[in-house]
């Protein structure tokens, strides 16, 4: 078995292999290939990662190319952690949009707007690739926003894809830990899209806890601000939110946040960033580093290793992932992707269904889901038309002037090529 | 036949039953009954109604009354054109919100949500009585939010109700005037939900003229600030939108424009319905005066009456209203009321089919329409909970700790009687 | 303005003809064309139909010709009634069914299945001109089966068509007659697909009259063998059903009838056009003869002078026609063409909307359906596969063996070219 | 845990039983109850199966009892395997249908429909007391017809049921028996209804082997007859169809075999029964005999053992069982129960998504699940109109007149005490 990884001179790459290493002999797996266009960092963490799988006894072989051909071909999976224009374009977005006092996050609002559709024609141009040398590869998707570079795959790429995001595993470590339990004997009865999710029921061991948790504070990702809602509406809503709804839920204070520090996340991560890289190139280090906790993503390697082994071994289990709908949720176009609870086995991933959605839920979902479309239409054809009505549709978005002024220049700043029909 | 109009006390009175003396013959018409719990204005505008139908030859009586059962025994149609607490209430509302920087009107955002609060409790009684005293009996619904009304009515008044809309036969007058033809020969392709529509197409004599229109100003409602929207987003949305739409598209310059208002709309439409009310008392008045038409609802009366012949003649017309959806639009549930094009016969109001939406306009429809869905649910059953739900769910409320805290004053403010459960 | 008909050398064109002299003025028609590929009824039916008009005092030109083009150009509204193989083929395909004990009918069963599949190449070659010649026409379609015929047009044809029917009108006629009305102060609450439809409601000058209705015996069309169905199952229906339901109600009494008499439908009715034929070519006949009537197709004439006028005109009056379901009846897909009451207007026909479906004429419906749509992709692609798919799906064919047996001789006798894949 | 078996006296307990023995341990399971109307047929095999549960060292109490409070009181799962009037009313019913030339089975057809209206009222009685004495607890339902059976017991039982039949492990296991594989290493893409159902792909350990295998003869149930079907249509198919959809595929061969064959297959169990019932006493048989594989429910232990694992064990894996649709096939309403593959743990069975349906099997699954609603409704309402609705939209029911006729027979015969309204 080989598994490629695109965007591999990503900090998190150490953390990924961590996992592949633990489950090495039942996967069978005899290749990883790194692959990255910036080679410096690719260097960086290929070294480390080559250190790491030594002073495991080297159950399969590293290579690191920038040959993307050599990359791709003949692999059985291939994971995508790519980020087109790296952190400094994270930063001119944030900026942009914050200059005009609208929110938003590398996923979320205008912010996640400007970073789709940057990523959009990148990972199409990959999947070409990916349907000439690895026709039949799975391609597990990482790269942000998950839920819309997912849904594009889908619909243009002509590849099998699954996207993966690390809230729904994080969310289950953070009870566990609170009841003291494997974070496999939790159950979440979960719906949604990618950073814009509920867990209506929680069951531990079977038993729903649900009311019992919701009167608790629970460890949000390190990447999102800490902010305070009312409990009153914790109590109305009924369900466990995804941290990322605070968003939405609390745009104003979320924004008056955003304004007042001093640095953007994206600053944040260059400096985190920058440090671990240092730490990597320690030739004594051979394991994944504990500061790349700091860095947001924890947990992605559980979910990106449980979804290889479930595919790879047909094991027919669930696991909650991006998937196409396909009737999971009724309130939805079939062709949407979700974030729900699917059972993954050879053919992939299937969705469970789940039924109609409560109001109080299902009108955000629909309007995120509708920005969604349009986004990657607008990114597709490149048309400025689609973009506008994209941040128009967006629900953190509370002024189509100002959509039009940040989408001119988001369109210069990082040479969208959209162009007005 | 009987026409019963309930908050008959209404300034627009006059204006619908100068509609009504147009068609009295065709509709053998014999008795209108005009209910207000208001005394003094109800005998002020009783007068002047009478004044009206004595001076056309009297082709049918009117009764003024505040004994519910006897306006509405055995009418045929019942208007009901309401406006719980008033402009004061209305005042409030608007006050309360800009207080936290929340955007509204009185059908639109939480100041909308508050009247539907109000008002849900008081037209469902009254339904009550008409079940009681006209079995059969047509509800013609103008009290607003009008779409949020009608669909409670339906859904748990069991009476069968049309809501009316001026603003499409509005806009149809605006552009008639235009292009120098009758607003008859205009027809729309018109979507959506009571404030909350667009026209996809306008034939002009069968003609499709929509891009030439495109890039007019078309006259917006008296009651709507007067904004400015980019021409590129009137381009990529290449429909015509709803005056009110501009308080979802231009939502942080409308918010600084309320704020920045001396008065409020209540302030205003008092002073104007003062001004009315005096006018009308004036004994030698004998018809509409004309400033009534700065109140804000030209054509209500056009509309009206056009719903009541088409079904009293079982013409078999087709007219705008707000209808159970049932299928016309898919995107929605079928128990939603929408704003589509209807036929109108002695069966009542049946949608014609719409299709699919277009991403831009169906994200924004479905978040309303489940907001207003938890409205209804919050008022039939004073459900703080539901309400809160509702507020969140409302695309102009920002923050839920800001939704928390007007809920609460809106709860004490007007008596509402919502119980966290 | 100017209307073609293909296929005019039906017996039926001189009732269409009058139907448009009557309107002639109000349609500001100016020349009709009438197409046929045989010569000889071509020539004796447009000798009578110019000696009509010309004793109406020649409001319109008429015009024969062989030529398609010339009947074409420019053409506002097509009208086809066109019988490929003619009575003939009709009569081979009955026979063929009967030998297997299986039922039909021109439009049901296996008989209109083979009836479809001859003639779709036809009617979608005729699009292909229609599109050349005169974009834009209105095509009014006639041709049985009506309701697959305009479904094919309206998914690979190009062009926008309305199918008619007469069966709804002569429903109406019937009853008026029974009453004293005129057929237009009767509205149906109607139902279904062409032939395969049912009245829920029948309203007389508004009031609703189905219970007292449904005791009664209607007289049905004239092709219709007259059955004896049980009163217990037509009360526990409580619709009026559409006589050609005979076929599936009354499917082991319909075949044992049609195999029981001497001669097929077809032979009698080539015998009736025969006769009608040699009435035709009497030089002092310059009207609709009497003896017409008994060739089945009564009103077609009144459908289809309606369905041009209303649109012509932009009327906006309703009129049941076969049209895109478009979410009408949310049970069926949105493509299907159905048979319900329609707006028609100067952008065509749009269905109104009816609701969810009852079970008991539901399940019928649906199957009915899934068999129409495997037809047209059999008759598209000429795919063997989906032909015998096609007849197993239809629920009056009884035997997957006995459909591939007639399947094959359908195959060789009409030269059908479907090809196993 | 405790597990009680409701109809206990049937001949296919100690098949069951076998089943728990083998999983006793990992299920914890410490008690079993059977209970049975029939004190004969339940002492017979309650003593069978405390033999069998002795000779394996008693790893759980077996206990026999006509007192349904003491057998339901506590249960975790009940196990319901009834026939209402026994084979006695089975061959009635075959008998009543084959003098009109009616075809059915005891699931399929008018003879299902009897069944159906038999079963519907005793099991929705078990359901009250299940409620009042194991609340919570899983109901596993065996009962032909299962999926009718199911469907009922979800809308109107109030409990949470799972239908399990035999036949997806049944062709599994024959599958694997070709193949040299456990039946645990084929996956389908299975579709349909109980008894109605189709293999759209067959994977053997990942691979795709649809097409080879649509070329072999796979061993049907013992209790279908053995019927040629063209293999052109097969080819057609493509998909491997459900042995029971011969009764539809080859409705008139199948009427033609059982008119001519000499006993019913109700007589032929009946002797086999007793047969095995004579077998069972031998006081030195301790193990299920090998004569009970001529009885036709092979594999029902396989089934229910899993299932009752997996909820138990909250192993969350995928079983295909009879479950509430909920989307998972759009063309169905979410409350119609459907036989897809679902994945089960401890909140029950939660259906996979399926997508939508090919029209060949389309139209054919909503026609039956058309008549099923309608003989649920007929059932739980003792309504002769809609029971006489439901036969007329049973597919195999050729004639509204016969359905009439054998309708009063059933009614008769069973004193079903269906009332015309």
Redesign the interface.
């Known amino acids: 078995m080989k598994i490629a990884i695109v965007g591999a001179g990503s900090t998190y790459t150490p953390e990924l292999v961590e996992g592949f290493l633990k489950e090495a002999r039942a996967l069978a797996l005899k290749q990883v290939y790194l692959f990255d266009i910036d080679s410096y960092r690719l260097r960086i963490v290929a070294d480390l990662v080559k250190r790491m799988v030594e002073a495991k006894g080297s159950p399969f072989t590293v290579k690191a190319t920038q040959d993307r051909k050599k990359a791709l071909s003949n692999a059985d999976f291939v994971l995508t952690q790519i980020r087109v224009g790296g952190q400094r374009a994270r930063h001119a977005d944030t900026k942009i949009c914050l200059e005009e006092?609208l929110l938003g996050q590398e996923t979320t609002g205008a912010v996640g707007f400007a970073k789709a559709l940057r990523t959009i024609p990148v990972i199409l141009e990959l999947c070409a690739d990916l349907k000439k040398y690895a026709a039949g590869a799975r391609l597990i998707n990482f790269t942000n926003p998950a839920g819309i570079v997912t849904e594009a795959i889908q619909k243009y790429g002509g590849v099998e894809a699954i996207g993966l995001c690390n809230v729904p595993v994080g969310m289950k470590m953070a009870l566990a830990k609170d009841y003291g339990v494997s974070y496999r004997e939790i159950?979440f009865?979960y719906v949604g899209l990618n950073h814009l999710s509920w867990v209506r029921k929680v069951?531990i061991?079977?038993e729903d806890k649900t009311a019992e948790i919701l009167e608790k504070e629970i460890e949000a990702p390190a990447n999102i601000p800490k902010m305070?809602?009312?409990p009153?509406?914790k109590?109305?809503?009924g369900m466990l939110a995804n941290s990322y709804l605070d968003y939405f839920?609390?745009?104003?204070?979320m924004t008056a946040r955003l304004k007042s520090e001093e640095k953007t996340r994206a600053e944040i991560v260059e400096e985190i960033e920058k440090a671990l890289l240092k730490k990597y190139q320690d030739p004594g280090l051979a394991e994944k580093p504990k500061e790349l906790e700091k860095r947001g993503g924890a947990h992605y390697s559980t979910v990106a290793v449980s979804a290889v082994k479930y595919i790879a071994l047909?094991s027919?289990?669930?696991l909650i992932v991006n998937v196409r709908?396909?009737?999971?949720?009724?309130d939805l176009g079939?062709d949407a992707v979700v974030e729900v609870t699917s059972?993954l086995?050879?053919?992939g991933a299937?969705?469970?269904?789940?039924?109609?959605l409560e109001?109080?839920i299902?009108?955000?979902i629909?309007?995120?889901?509708?920005?969604e479309?349009?986004t990657i239409e607008a990114a597709v054809r490149r048309n400025?038309?689609?973009a506008?009505?994209a941040l128009?549709?967006n629900?953190l978005v509370?002024?189509?002037?100002?959509?039009?002024r940040i989408l001119d220049r988001f369109n210069q700043e990082h040479k969208l090529g959209l162009r007005?029909l």
């Not at 839920?249 to 204070?253: H, V």
């Not at 299937?350 to 109609?356: K, Q, S």
């Not at 629909?366 to 920005?371: F, G, L, R, S, T």
Request: aromatic share 8%; no cysteine; proline share 6%.
């Open positions: 006092g159950d009865d069951f061991r079977g305070n809602i009312n009153k509406f109590r109305a809503l839920y609390l745009q104003d204070e047909n027919g289990k669930k709908n396909n009737g999971a949720l009724p079939p059972l086995d050879a053919r299937t969705a469970l269904t789940v039924g109609r109001p109080e299902r009108g955000l629909q309007q995120v889901k509708a920005y479309e349009l400025y038309n689609k506008l009505l128009a549709a629900p509370t002024s189509v002037n100002k959509a039009q007005e």
